[in-house]
């Protein structure tokens, strides 16, 4: 078992960056591909990002290509996602998931095979 814990989230203004951490206690955490997804306000949880279990490969939505960055701290069992120059429209509570994987297994990018789960942290973009 995995339990995952997100944080870093809060209220940022347009522009602003700020970098949300999805934490592990488990080493085993270390085989695990991650995703962020996130849930904006009435709307469905979509994707985000996601990095391999190496992290030496990542992919993300739209989006976020050119703003956000994934990165996985091994040696802390922790998954970052850096947002810059954020908007309103990235609004939503973040979660982020992981599943065991082969070590040569590309990035996940969708929801479905992701084993665990965070509870979420809310990021709002507002003035």
């Known amino acids: 078992q995995v339990q995952l814990v997100e944080s870093g989230g809060g209220l940022v203004l347009p522009g602003a960056s700020l970098t949300l951490s999805c934490a592990s206690s488990r080493s085993l955490f270390r085989e695990h591909a991650v995703g962020w997804f996130r849930q904006p306000p009435r709307q469905e949880r979509e994707f985000v990002a996601a990095i391999s279990r190496s992290g030496g490969s990542a992919v993300y939505a739209d989006s976020a290509k050119g703003r956000f960055t994934i990165s996985r701290d091994k040696d802390k069992n922790t998954v970052f996602l850096k947002m810059e120059n954020v908007k309103p429209e990235d609004t939503a509570v973040y979660y982020c998931?992981?599943?065991?994987?082969?070590?040569?297994?590309?990035?996940?990018?969708?929801?479905?095979?992701?084993?665990?789960w965070g509870q979420g942290t809310q990021v709002t973009v507002s003035s």
């Open positions: 998931a992981s599943k065991r994987t082969i070590l040569t297994m590309p990035p996940i990018r969708e929801a479905r095979p992701y084993d665990y």
